[in-house]
């Protein structure tokens, strides 16, 4: 039998829906004040503490609906993100801060969004857009950009936040969509980037037919460079770049290089993938993997030229149930197409995971830092730290866990693996609060083992550990590697010569060298 279906399958309902009014309100006061700890620790500024208190209560309020992570110290699966208190989110438009210092967009087209407070971004639907998502693989950066910035003051002028502006690299604007009542939606900014792309397509379609009368005339040396100035915007428009493609190829240029088919916008198409993708994301909350991972690929067959499906099929093969060949085929096929930026990011990283355990380090760290350059993830973050944690460099572990926090500072699972590094720095009462506090949290079993290893409770840490690999883990193949881990994580250190220890880690699959020839550093958090 498989061990998937030899145990009762782990649910985010089973976790969450004990929790009543009076619950909730404890649960804010506890991770309210861990907050405040941790902020002290690694000096997160406390002028944000009124934004973070709201999202807090935000993100408890739609607990029931909040995906879970599992495996190791910093969480995966459900495509590499958690829902950040959106229920039932599957489109995560890849929106970044707009950084003056931050190398500039030199292509395509920009959409800037002016929100109006924190709880705007934290609510707004233009979070979730599948439009927008698809868009931002088609050459079109999402930015969030402050309306006091010097090309803010020129973009959105005297309009009333919140308002979205759609303009070229250069800060042209060319639309803009202002809200109503108070309120940006994201079918109207759709709309805006839907009509500019039709406008610039519908004159593409004026040149293909200029080049095709030229053609059809004998002059192929007129019609030719019309052609290549079409198949040059491949990236925003794939569908007219295929077409001067064919017309190139019927007039013997070769020198073309492949065009990705293009996504399909169709309204009821993007209903069935999202009904389907909210379908595999319940599974895979109810540890249904398999049956996840075969609702996914349901969907990325409704529109192979689509990133997102495939982006969660990859985690549950990375994540859930250990196959690491279809997760690398999936991920490698994310880097092979036009892919949003979060959706590469989230490939890199599990390319750059893997990699790692199979004992390519420098290589594997290469990876996961391409992919928090592509765009910033706590997961990848939070394996860096682990990285540098066990190569020694205290700066740097400090610097990736800051940069975990910082995306993610309310989440109850970033202030569990914080408290990991919290316990190996001098913090241990810190620490101990923390871990006591979230024992009951099933995800972070691993970095509760390693809090407590740290600080020489024996017996607790391998009880947390038990439960991670028998109590939550569902497959072999991923437990197999999670063992592996923890006989080389720096964190067990004083259990590594235990008899008990080693009797639990049994099944580790012997991918690692052991820290004796390693020389790792104390601290090192597993991030499966």
């Given at each position: ?13 089973d976790r ?6 009076f ?113 931002a ?12 910035s010097?090309?803010g ?38 709309k805006?980037?839907?009509?500019e ?69 169709d309204?009821a ?18 540890a ?9 690929q ?68 290469g ?24 190569e ?6 400090d ?10 500072p ?16 001098g913090?241990?009462?810190?620490a ?7 024992e ?15 600080l ?17 883990e569902r497959f ?21 010569n ?31």
């Open positions: 039998m498989n061990l998937a279906q030899s145990r009762k399958p782990k649910t985010s309902k969450h829906s004990s929790y009543a009014f619950a909730v309100l404890k649960i804010v006061k506890i991770l309210s004040t861990l907050i405040l700890m941790v902020m002290r620790k690694y000096n997160l500024p406390m002028k944000k503490l009124p934004i973070l208190f709201a999202a807090i209560l935000f993100a408890l309020l739609s607990a029931s609906a909040l995906s879970a992570t599992c495996g190791g110290g910093g969480g995966g699966g459900t495509g590499g993100m958690n829902s950040m208190g959106i229920p039932d989110q599957i489109y995560n438009v890849p929106w970044r801060v707009h950084a003056p210092e931050a190398p500039p967009v030199n292509a395509g087209l920009v959409l800037y969004w002016f929100p109006s407070s924190a709880q705007e971004v934290q609510k707004s639907s233009l979070r979730t857009s599948r439009v927008l998502s698809l868009y693989a088609q050459c079109v950066s999402m930015e969030i950009i402050d309306e006091s010097p090309l003051k020129q973009l959105a002028g005297d309009a009333k936040l919140p308002v979205a502006v759609l303009a070229t690299p250069d800060g042209k604007a060319l639309g803009k969509t202002e809200n109503q009542d108070g309120f940006l939606r994201a079918g109207p900014v759709e805006l980037v839907d009509d792309i039709k406008r610039r397509e519908n004159s593409l379609e004026q040149q293909l037919k200029q080049a095709k009368e030229r053609a059809k005339s004998g002059d192929n040396a007129g019609a030719i460079p019309i052609y290549r100035a079409v198949l040059e915007q491949k990236c925003l428009f794939p569908k007219k770049a295929k077409d001067a493609s064919k017309e190139l190829k019927k007039l013997g240029v070769t020198d073309i290089g492949e065009v990705a088919d293009p996504p399909n916008f309204p198409v993007s209903a069935r993938i999202e009904s389907t993708m909210k379908q595999g994301l319940q599974a895979e909350n109810n249904k993997y398999m049956e996840a991972a075969q609702l996914y349901k969907a990325h067959l409704m529109d192979p030229a689509d990133p997102t499906p495939l982006r969660y099929l990859g985690e549950v093969y990375r994540h859930e149930t250990g196959d690491w060949d279809k997760a690398t085929q999936t991920f490698d096929a994310i880097l092979a197409m036009p892919a949003d930026p979060l959706a590469r990011a989230v490939a890199l990283h599990g390319l750059g995971k893997m990699t790692i355990h199979d004992g390519e380090f420098k290589k594997g760290l990876l996961m830092e391409q992919s928090v350059q592509v765009f910033p993830i706590a997961l990848a973050y939070r394996n860096l730290a682990v990285y540098w944690n066990s020694g460099d205290e700066a740097k572990t610097y990736y866990v800051r940069k975990a926090l910082s995306l993610e309310t989440d109850a699972y970033n202030l569990v693996f914080a408290a990991g590094f919290m316990a190996a720095h913090h241990g009462d810190e101990l609060k923390i871990a006591q506090q979230n009951g949290m099933m995800p972070a079993s691993y970095n509760l083992a390693a809090i407590y290893a740290q020489g409770q024996k017996d607790k840490a391998l009880a947390l550990l038990k439960r991670h690999f028998f109590g939550y072999q193949a991923v437990r197999s590697k999670e063992m592996m881990e923890a006989r080389v994580d720096a964190v067990f250190a004083s259990l590594m235990d008899p008990a220890f080693i009797s639990l880690t049994s099944g580790a699959d012997g991918r690692l060298p052991l820290p004796q020839r390693r020389g790792m550093a104390a601290g090192a958090g597993s991030t499966q």
